[in-house]
Structure formats: structure tokens, C-alpha cells
């Protein structure tokens, strides 16, 4: 009887703050949407002084923004592409840096003989 009064008492508790903390993440801060939006319009002038100066001013870091900065569904880089925006695009995919991929299959294969 304990162990279920326990229980009751807990979920009591636990259901108002569980509600208040999930309508909190539902709504975006304006400031921060209006700063984000600021940043898509910025990438579509293909004006790279324009969009550092956007996101400079945001104190948003490059591959902050190509990492996670999403625009009209679409990530930025993508969105800035189908804007013909070629310049802030290479501009975003630079942040991002280099990976190189080797397949190692397609390497030179060692011939070993064995004899017994």
C-alpha cells in the first residue's frame, strides 16, 4: 500500500512539471528566429562580406550555422545552392573542412606464398 501511495504521490507531482517543460521547448525565442532568418536571407545574396557580416554580428560561427542552421526545411548549404547562391555555399562547405575516404579494398594487394 505504500509502494502504490508512493507512486501516486510522484506521478502527482511529476505530470504538472513534465507539462510546463515540454510547452516551454515548443515555442523559438523571436529574437533567435528572427536572427536565423536573418542568416538564410543573408546566404541567398551569394555575398560572402554580407554573410559574415550577418552572422559576425549573431556571434555565429561558420560551421555552427552549416552544422545546424536548417532553412525552409532544407540545410543551409542546400538551401544557399538552390539559390544559386555558389559563393556562401563554398563558403559554408569550407567550415565544414575536408574528409577523405580511402578504400582500401581497391589498394594494392600483397602476394604471400606459403610452402610446407
Not at 505530470?15 to 523571436?30: I, N
Not at 543573408?42 to 554580407?50: L, W
Not at 526545411?73 to 544557399?80: R, T, V, Y
Amino acid at each position: 500500500m505504500k509502494i502504490l501511495k508512493n507512486t501516486v504521490i510522484a506521478l502527482t507531482i511529476a505530470a504538472p512539471l513534465l507539462a510546463l517543460s515540454s510547452t516551454s521547448h515548443a515555442a523559438m525565442d523571436p529574437r533567435v528566429e528572427q536572427a536565423l532568418v536573418n542568416v538564410c536571407k543573408s546566404v541567398t545574396t551569394n555575398k560572402v562580406y554580407q554573410y559574415k557580416k550577418t552572422a559576425n554580428s549573431y556571434h555565429l560561427k561558420d560551421k555552427t550555422i552549416a552544422l545546424k542552421v536548417v532553412c525552409n526545411g532544407q540545410d543551409i548549404i542546400s538551401f544557399a545552392e538552390s539559390y544559386g547562391a555558389d559563393k556562401t555555399a563554398a563558403k559554408l562547405q569550407q567550415s565544414l573542412g575536408t574528409t577523405k575516404i580511402i578504400d582500401l579494398a581497391s589498394k594494392e594487394k600483397l602476394k604471400v606464398t606459403f610452402t610446407l
